[in-house]
Protein backbone atom coordinates (compact mmCIF):
# COMPACT_ATOMS: atom_id res chain seq x y z
CA UNK A 1 0.00 0.00 0.00
CA UNK A 2 0.93 3.82 -0.28
CA UNK A 3 0.84 5.91 2.11
CA UNK A 4 0.07 9.65 1.19
CA UNK A 5 1.28 12.56 3.62
CA UNK A 6 -0.78 15.35 4.34
CA UNK A 7 0.06 18.93 3.84
CA UNK A 8 -1.05 21.80 6.17
CA UNK A 9 -3.85 22.53 3.88
CA UNK A 10 -5.57 18.94 3.22
CA UNK A 11 -6.22 19.40 7.32
CA UNK A 12 -10.40 20.16 7.68
CA UNK A 13 -10.50 19.09 3.65
CA UNK A 14 -12.62 16.31 2.94
CA UNK A 15 -11.16 12.96 2.13
CA UNK A 16 -12.46 12.34 -1.23
CA UNK A 17 -12.14 16.10 -2.08
CA UNK A 18 -8.21 15.78 -1.13
CA UNK A 19 -7.50 12.58 -2.99
CA UNK A 20 -9.45 13.62 -5.98
CA UNK A 21 -6.89 16.35 -6.57
CA UNK A 22 -3.82 14.76 -4.82
CA UNK A 23 -3.89 11.72 -7.40
CA UNK A 24 -5.68 14.04 -10.60
CA UNK A 25 -8.41 11.43 -10.68
CA UNK A 26 -12.36 11.81 -10.61
CA UNK A 27 -14.06 11.48 -7.44
CA UNK A 28 -16.93 8.89 -8.01
CA UNK A 29 -13.43 7.04 -9.08
CA UNK A 30 -11.98 7.49 -5.53
CA UNK A 31 -15.43 7.03 -4.24
CA UNK A 32 -15.75 3.65 -5.58
CA UNK A 33 -12.07 3.01 -3.99
CA UNK A 34 -12.97 4.13 -0.44
CA UNK A 35 -16.77 2.23 -0.41
CA UNK A 36 -14.57 -1.11 -1.71
CA UNK A 37 -11.94 -0.81 1.36
CA UNK A 38 -8.82 -0.33 -0.91
CA UNK A 39 -8.34 3.51 0.67
CA UNK A 40 -7.54 3.15 4.79
CA UNK A 41 -7.54 5.82 7.02
CA UNK A 42 -5.30 4.94 10.32
CA UNK A 43 -5.06 1.52 8.87
CA UNK A 44 -9.30 1.17 8.95
CA UNK A 45 -12.09 1.21 6.33
CA UNK A 46 -13.10 5.10 6.14
CA UNK A 47 -16.05 6.60 4.86
CA UNK A 48 -16.37 9.28 1.58
CA UNK A 49 -17.46 12.01 4.08
CA UNK A 50 -14.59 11.79 6.55
CA UNK A 51 -12.64 15.13 6.97
CA UNK A 52 -9.12 15.13 7.61
CA UNK A 53 -7.35 15.53 10.96
CA UNK A 54 -3.41 16.19 11.54
CA UNK A 55 -3.13 12.97 13.07
CA UNK A 56 -4.65 10.97 10.03
CA UNK A 57 -2.74 8.28 7.82
CA UNK A 58 -3.58 7.73 4.32
CA UNK A 59 -3.06 4.87 2.69
CA UNK A 60 -4.11 3.61 -0.89
CA UNK A 61 -3.76 0.45 -2.24
CA UNK A 62 -3.07 -0.81 -5.71
CA UNK A 63 -3.36 3.65 -6.85
CA UNK A 64 -2.52 2.19 -10.36
CA UNK A 65 -6.37 0.17 -10.46
CA UNK A 66 -8.20 3.69 -9.67
CA UNK A 67 -6.85 5.47 -12.69
CA UNK A 68 -8.96 5.92 -15.61
CA UNK A 69 -8.94 2.62 -17.92
CA UNK A 70 -7.46 3.01 -21.16
CA UNK A 71 -9.67 4.15 -23.94
CA UNK A 72 -10.33 2.76 -27.48
CA UNK A 73 -8.55 5.01 -30.77
CA UNK A 74 -11.61 3.36 -32.05
CA UNK A 75 -14.15 4.66 -29.75
CA UNK A 76 -12.24 7.88 -29.12
CA UNK A 77 -14.82 10.91 -29.64
CA UNK A 78 -13.48 15.09 -28.84
CA UNK A 79 -14.37 16.14 -25.18
CA UNK A 80 -17.38 17.68 -24.33
CA UNK A 81 -17.65 20.93 -23.06
CA UNK A 82 -17.72 21.18 -19.42
CA UNK A 83 -20.62 23.27 -17.82
CA UNK A 84 -19.95 25.57 -15.39
CA UNK A 85 -22.15 28.29 -13.40
CA UNK A 86 -21.55 31.67 -13.73
CA UNK A 87 -21.44 33.57 -9.87
CA UNK A 88 -24.01 36.54 -10.31
CA UNK A 89 -23.44 38.00 -6.92
CA UNK A 90 -20.96 37.45 -3.84
CA UNK A 91 -21.50 37.61 -0.40
CA UNK A 92 -19.44 36.10 2.37
CA UNK A 93 -22.21 33.85 3.58
CA UNK A 94 -23.68 33.06 0.24
CA UNK A 95 -23.73 33.02 -3.27
CA UNK A 96 -26.19 33.74 -6.16
CA UNK A 97 -25.27 31.62 -9.40
CA UNK A 98 -26.45 31.07 -12.52
CA UNK A 99 -26.44 27.51 -13.37
CA UNK A 100 -26.54 26.58 -17.12
CA UNK A 101 -29.16 23.98 -18.67
CA UNK A 102 -27.24 20.42 -18.55
CA UNK A 103 -26.18 20.77 -15.09
CA UNK A 104 -27.07 18.64 -12.33
CA UNK A 105 -27.13 20.52 -8.96
CA UNK A 106 -25.93 17.30 -6.62
CA UNK A 107 -25.03 13.60 -7.57
CA UNK A 108 -27.88 10.72 -7.67
CA UNK A 109 -28.15 7.59 -7.09
CA UNK A 110 -28.46 6.68 -10.76
CA UNK A 111 -26.52 3.57 -12.17
CA UNK A 112 -25.45 6.82 -15.32
CA UNK A 113 -25.24 9.38 -12.88
CA UNK A 114 -23.11 12.42 -13.40
CA UNK A 115 -19.86 13.78 -11.41
CA UNK A 116 -20.16 17.27 -13.20
CA UNK A 117 -22.45 18.64 -10.79
CA UNK A 118 -22.54 22.16 -9.24
CA UNK A 119 -21.76 20.73 -5.96
CA UNK A 120 -18.76 19.05 -7.72
CA UNK A 121 -18.09 22.67 -8.67
CA UNK A 122 -18.69 24.19 -5.55
CA UNK A 123 -16.63 22.04 -3.47
CA UNK A 124 -13.62 23.01 -6.14
CA UNK A 125 -13.96 26.51 -6.07
CA UNK A 126 -15.04 26.73 -1.76
CA UNK A 127 -14.20 23.72 -0.23
CA UNK A 128 -15.20 24.86 3.00
CA UNK A 129 -18.91 24.41 1.26
CA UNK A 130 -18.39 20.96 1.55
CA UNK A 131 -19.24 20.87 5.35
CA UNK A 132 -22.24 23.32 5.40
CA UNK A 133 -25.79 21.83 5.71
CA UNK A 134 -27.63 18.63 6.94
CA UNK A 135 -26.68 16.60 3.74
CA UNK A 136 -23.15 16.24 2.60
CA UNK A 137 -23.99 15.23 -0.59
CA UNK A 138 -25.50 18.27 -0.60
CA UNK A 139 -24.03 20.85 1.03
CA UNK A 140 -24.80 24.56 0.84
CA UNK A 141 -27.66 23.47 -1.72
CA UNK A 142 -31.19 25.10 0.03
CA UNK A 143 -33.17 24.98 -3.37
CA UNK A 144 -32.64 23.50 -7.03
CA UNK A 145 -33.41 23.68 -10.12
CA UNK A 146 -34.19 20.66 -12.57
CA UNK A 147 -30.94 19.18 -14.80
CA UNK A 148 -32.32 21.41 -18.67
CA UNK A 149 -33.37 24.23 -16.50
CA UNK A 150 -31.03 27.28 -16.59
CA UNK A 151 -31.37 30.01 -14.38
CA UNK A 152 -30.70 31.84 -10.89
CA UNK A 153 -29.58 29.97 -7.65
CA UNK A 154 -28.73 30.53 -4.24
CA UNK A 155 -25.64 28.44 -2.57
CA UNK A 156 -25.29 29.06 1.43
CA UNK A 157 -21.33 29.24 1.98
CA UNK A 158 -22.13 29.01 6.09
CA UNK A 159 -24.44 26.85 8.36
CA UNK A 160 -26.02 30.08 9.47
CA UNK A 161 -27.08 30.94 5.94
CA UNK A 162 -27.73 27.39 5.22
CA UNK A 163 -30.39 27.64 8.24
CA UNK A 164 -31.39 30.88 7.39
CA UNK A 165 -32.99 30.33 3.87
CA UNK A 166 -34.27 26.84 3.96
CA UNK A 167 -36.41 28.65 6.35
CA UNK A 168 -36.60 31.37 3.59
CA UNK A 169 -38.03 28.99 0.89
CA UNK A 170 -40.20 27.02 3.54
CA UNK A 171 -42.19 30.53 4.77
CA UNK A 172 -42.16 31.09 1.22
CA UNK A 173 -40.54 34.49 1.80
CA UNK A 174 -38.30 34.47 -1.51
CA UNK A 175 -39.93 35.42 -4.43
CA UNK A 176 -39.33 33.12 -7.96
CA UNK A 177 -39.89 34.33 -11.57
CA UNK A 178 -39.10 32.05 -14.60
CA UNK A 179 -39.53 32.33 -18.62
CA UNK A 180 -41.27 29.68 -19.81
CA UNK A 181 -42.46 29.08 -23.61
CA UNK A 182 -45.81 26.71 -23.64
CA UNK A 183 -48.13 25.41 -26.50
CA UNK A 184 -51.16 26.89 -27.39
CA UNK A 185 -52.92 30.03 -27.04
CA UNK A 186 -53.79 31.27 -23.07
CA UNK A 187 -56.54 33.40 -23.59
CA UNK A 188 -56.80 35.32 -20.50
CA UNK A 189 -53.85 38.07 -19.61
CA UNK A 190 -52.97 36.00 -16.01
CA UNK A 191 -53.94 33.46 -13.88
CA UNK A 192 -53.35 30.99 -11.23
CA UNK A 193 -53.05 27.22 -11.21
CA UNK A 194 -54.64 25.18 -8.20
CA UNK A 195 -54.13 21.81 -8.76
CA UNK A 196 -52.56 19.74 -6.00
CA UNK A 197 -49.75 17.46 -7.12
CA UNK A 198 -48.84 14.00 -5.72
CA UNK A 199 -46.20 11.62 -6.87
CA UNK A 200 -47.38 8.68 -8.81
CA UNK A 201 -46.28 4.94 -8.72
CA UNK A 202 -43.92 5.33 -10.84
CA UNK A 203 -42.23 8.14 -8.84
CA UNK A 204 -43.36 10.89 -11.76
CA UNK A 205 -45.05 13.73 -10.11
CA UNK A 206 -48.71 14.32 -11.31
CA UNK A 207 -51.39 16.86 -11.09
CA UNK A 208 -55.04 15.49 -9.08
CA UNK A 209 -58.38 17.33 -9.96
CA UNK A 210 -59.18 20.62 -7.92
CA UNK A 211 -61.07 19.79 -4.42
CA UNK A 212 -58.75 16.62 -4.53
CA UNK A 213 -57.35 15.15 -0.60
CA UNK A 214 -54.81 13.43 -2.52
CA UNK A 215 -51.61 15.34 -3.40
CA UNK A 216 -49.98 18.74 -1.87
CA UNK A 217 -51.61 21.85 -2.04
CA UNK A 218 -49.55 24.09 -5.00
CA UNK A 219 -49.94 27.25 -6.50
CA UNK A 220 -48.50 28.64 -10.12
CA UNK A 221 -49.40 31.91 -11.03
CA UNK A 222 -48.89 32.75 -14.30
CA UNK A 223 -48.57 36.38 -16.74
CA UNK A 224 -48.61 35.96 -20.30
CA UNK A 225 -45.52 38.22 -22.09
CA UNK A 226 -46.34 37.61 -25.42
CA UNK A 227 -48.96 35.60 -28.04
CA UNK A 228 -47.78 33.47 -30.58
CA UNK A 229 -50.00 31.56 -33.38
CA UNK A 230 -48.95 28.17 -31.42
CA UNK A 231 -47.30 29.31 -28.53
CA UNK A 232 -47.39 31.69 -25.69
CA UNK A 233 -44.36 33.06 -23.35
CA UNK A 234 -44.90 33.18 -19.82
CA UNK A 235 -43.91 34.93 -16.65
CA UNK A 236 -44.33 32.45 -14.33
CA UNK A 237 -44.18 32.82 -9.90
CA UNK A 238 -44.59 29.64 -8.08
CA UNK A 239 -46.53 30.44 -5.16
CA UNK A 240 -45.54 27.30 -3.18
CA UNK A 241 -42.62 24.93 -3.59
CA UNK A 242 -43.04 21.65 -4.71
CA UNK A 243 -40.74 19.55 -7.19
CA UNK A 244 -41.55 19.86 -10.90
CA UNK A 245 -44.22 22.09 -10.05
CA UNK A 246 -44.35 24.92 -12.58
CA UNK A 247 -43.98 21.95 -15.42
CA UNK A 248 -46.61 19.45 -13.78
CA UNK A 249 -49.09 22.66 -13.40
CA UNK A 250 -48.72 23.65 -17.10
CA UNK A 251 -49.21 20.27 -18.54
CA UNK A 252 -52.39 19.35 -16.27
CA UNK A 253 -53.20 23.12 -17.70
CA UNK A 254 -52.88 21.70 -21.13
CA UNK A 255 -50.16 24.12 -22.20
CA UNK A 256 -47.34 21.64 -21.29
CA UNK A 257 -43.68 23.56 -21.78
CA UNK A 258 -42.04 23.30 -24.90
CA UNK A 259 -38.91 21.08 -25.22
CA UNK A 260 -40.20 19.23 -21.99
CA UNK A 261 -40.14 15.27 -22.87
CA UNK A 262 -41.25 14.11 -19.41
CA UNK A 263 -44.67 15.93 -18.73
CA UNK A 264 -45.59 16.58 -22.67
CA UNK A 265 -48.60 14.05 -23.91
CA UNK A 266 -47.45 11.82 -26.14
CA UNK A 267 -49.53 12.78 -29.23
CA UNK A 268 -47.65 16.26 -29.17
CA UNK A 269 -44.30 15.05 -28.65
CA UNK A 270 -44.99 12.93 -31.95
CA UNK A 271 -46.44 16.01 -33.45
CA UNK A 272 -43.98 19.15 -32.33
CA UNK A 273 -41.50 20.37 -34.75
CA UNK A 274 -39.51 22.68 -32.69
CA UNK A 275 -36.39 20.64 -31.81
CA UNK A 276 -34.85 21.82 -28.33
CA UNK A 277 -32.26 20.03 -26.25
CA UNK A 278 -33.56 20.90 -23.29
CA UNK A 279 -36.89 22.47 -21.69
CA UNK A 280 -37.71 26.26 -22.61
CA UNK A 281 -37.83 27.06 -18.68
CA UNK A 282 -35.35 29.38 -17.24
CA UNK A 283 -35.07 31.13 -13.67
CA UNK A 284 -35.01 34.66 -14.33
CA UNK A 285 -35.06 36.33 -10.98
CA UNK A 286 -34.61 36.18 -7.21
CA UNK A 287 -35.55 38.54 -4.97
CA UNK A 288 -35.26 38.13 -0.62
CA UNK A 289 -34.04 39.74 2.44
CA UNK A 290 -30.43 38.47 2.90
CA UNK A 291 -29.11 37.05 6.26
CA UNK A 292 -28.16 41.64 6.68
CA UNK A 293 -31.33 42.57 6.18
CA UNK A 294 -30.82 43.82 2.71
CA UNK A 295 -33.46 43.44 0.18
CA UNK A 296 -31.35 41.51 -3.02
CA UNK A 297 -32.88 40.92 -6.38
CA UNK A 298 -30.86 39.10 -9.23
CA UNK A 299 -31.86 38.70 -12.46
CA UNK A 300 -30.83 36.48 -15.36
CA UNK A 301 -31.25 37.20 -18.91
CA UNK A 302 -32.85 34.39 -21.18
CA UNK A 303 -29.81 32.47 -22.58
CA UNK A 304 -28.74 33.04 -26.07
CA UNK A 305 -30.46 29.83 -27.05
CA UNK A 306 -33.83 30.28 -26.04
CA UNK A 307 -33.67 33.95 -26.97
CA UNK A 308 -33.08 32.67 -30.38
CA UNK A 309 -35.61 29.98 -30.57
CA UNK A 310 -38.00 33.06 -29.27
CA UNK A 311 -37.13 35.09 -32.33
CA UNK A 312 -37.86 32.53 -34.86
CA UNK A 313 -41.48 31.17 -33.23
CA UNK A 314 -44.32 33.15 -35.30
Known sequence: MKTIKLTQKAIGQRLDVYLCAKLKISRSQIKKQILSGAILINKKPTSVHHFLEAKDVIQVS???TVLAPKISMKKL??????????????????LVIEKPAGMLVHPTKSKNRRHDTLVDWLIEKYPRIARIGDDLDRPGIVHRLDREVSGVMIVALTDDAFTYFKRQFKTRQIKKEYLALVYGAIDRPSGVIDFPIDRSKTG???ARPIGSKIGKKSLTEFIVEKHFINYTYLRVKPLTGRTNQIRVHLSAYNHPIVGDKLYMPTKLKVATKIKLDRIFLHAQKLTFIDPSGEEITVESPLTKNLEDLLNTVK
Not at 82 to 91: A, D, R, S, W
Open 204 to 206: KFI
Open 77 to 94: TLPTVKLEPKVLLEKKEY
Open 62 to 64: AVE
